[in-house]
């Protein structure tokens, strides 16, 4: 595929300024600054591939325009993918043509296909002028994409099954700057118009165009868990098999999380896929809290309770990234180890040595490019899961301490320290907890 330059290149720098200090009551300026660069290194057709639901575009229209235009605006063109399923689903009942569904695929017979078809032109027009008249620019693709053939017409009807994906109608909207609004209708070599289902359509958009990020716009804005709380991030890698296996994953979710694997296991390590509202997609891709569910491959964690165990070189230079400050030269030699926790490769760590007090958090590292994957957190989980007791300290204004503070049992302020714990703990164990913490030496060189 030829690489597709984005309009960043000619994009105006006061209005990404504005747009950077109106981010910055999201996040920090830096992280959204770091996002920024990150996805403008991109090829155009790498930053993002959107797929809308047909009751997105039914019930949150303004919010999904607002939200591409404000994209746009800052120079990243995303490849949108659209179904229309309420919408079907009512104008088929007012034809009088019963719904029938097998395996979860609609059955489209001759009649159903006329209705599908003018269904999704209408939908996709509602978008793109939508869009238009919010002064982004759009362009309405509803032919051409998808090759497909009959997945089953004996039992499905006028189903059909993506066998090959024409980039040319996307990469000439990419290339004036447009946004491609793609509805998901395929057609034979013979040009047979076919419904094809707008997930499986975005999946085979996807392993052609191995975009950087994936968004799953929803009502919902996320996957929930147990008790209706979003779950912000899933590190497969790590969490895959354990959440597969609970009680509370229905069906529905079960299919969603085991698609989203396989989308991913065809895609480079750093894609990843975010499930989140058409109002919080600016806050969703551009802050390391995000604000839907994001999932990645992730990394396997490293665990060893000997510094043998690791490679120290690697280690050290990602305690100096992550702090911004150089470990002391002698820390591994003297540092007692208990156990530690490293990401696959070297961009998050938690450290734990032995103490009389108990075992100590020495250090929770996490690289900047790594923040907002859910990296740090998935290392964390593993640690937590082996570690029912555990005491650390954090400079008070320490950022990281918003996450400290959701996590711990316990914290005790005492200057320049925060003291945490995680746990049941008396009070002469917090006590020793607070001592170890006001005499416990630096491990990072001071600043020069």
């Avoid at 019930?59 to 120079?75: E, H, I, K, P, T």
């Avoid at 280690?315 to 820390?331: H, M, N, T, V």
């Avoid at 302020?413 to 913490?437: N, T």
Wanted: charged share 25%.
């Amino acid at each position: 595929m030829t690489p597709i330059l984005s309009p960043q290149a000619v994009h105006d720098p006061q209005t990404r300024q504005t747009i950077v200090r109106l981010l910055s009551s999201m996040g920090s300026a830096k992280e959204i600054s770091q996002y920024l660069k990150r996805f403008s290194q991109l090829d155009a057709a790498r930053f993002a591939v959107v797929k809308v639901g047909g009751a997105v575009l039914r019930d949150d229209l303004d919010a999904l325009v607002s939200s591409l235009a404000f994209l746009q605006d800052v120079g990243l063109t995303p490849i949108v993918i659209h179904g229309a399923g309420p919408q079907l689903d009512g104008e088929l009942a007012a034809a009088g043509i019963e719904k029938k569904t097998i395996d979860g695929l609609r059955v489209t017979s001759p009649e159903a296909l006329a209705i599908v078809r003018r269904v999704f032109h209408a939908q996709n027009l509602k978008l793109v002028d939508a869009l238009q008249a919010a002064d982004a620019r759009a362009t309405s693709i509803v032919s051409g994409v998808f090759e497909a053939d009959y997945l089953d017409r004996d039992r499905f009807g006028l189903v059909g099954e993506v066998k090959r994906v024409d980039l040319a109608p996307i990469q000439a909207s990419l290339q004036s700057g447009s946004i491609p609004v793609i509805a998901s209708l395929g057609e034979t070599v013979g040009g047979q118009i076919l419904n094809v289902n707008a997930d499986f359509a975005a999946n085979e958009l996807v392993q052609v165009l191995q975009p950087y990020k994936i968004v799953f716009l929803t009502g919902t804005g996320g996957l929930l868990d147990a008790h209706g709380k979003l779950i912000d991030s899933i590190n497969l890698s790590t969490e895959y098999d354990h959440l597969m296996q609970q009680p509370w994953i229905e069906g529905g979710m079960r299919v969603k999380i085991a698609q989203i694997k396989d989308l991913l296991d065809g895609l480079p390590q750093a894609s990843s896929v975010s499930i989140t509202k058409p109002s919080e997609l600016a806050k969703e891709l551009f802050t390391h809290k995000g604000s839907g569910t994001l999932v990645r491959r992730g990394e396997r964690v490293l665990e060893g309770n000997r510094w043998s165990d690791f490679d120290l070189s690697r280690l050290r230079g990602l305690i100096d990234s992550a702090f911004g400050r150089k470990l002391l030269p002698e820390y591994f030699e003297y540092t007692a180890l208990h156990r530690a926790y490293v990401s696959e490769n070297y961009r998050a760590a938690v450290i734990l040595t032995s103490e009389d007090a108990g075992i100590y958090l020495d250090k929770f590292a996490v690289l900047d490019d790594a923040q907002g994957e859910g990296l740090g957190r998935a290392v964390w989980q593993v640690m937590r899961a082996q570690t029912p007791q555990v005491f650390w300290r954090s400079r008070r204004g320490n950022p990281v301490n918003v996450f400290y503070d959701l996590e711990c049992d316990g914290c005790i302020k005492r200057d320049p320290w925060k003291v945490y714990w995680c746990g049941d703990a008396e009070l002469g164990a917090v006590e020793r907890y607070v001592q170890l913490c006001a005499q416990r030496p630096a491990t990072l060189e001071e600043p020069t």
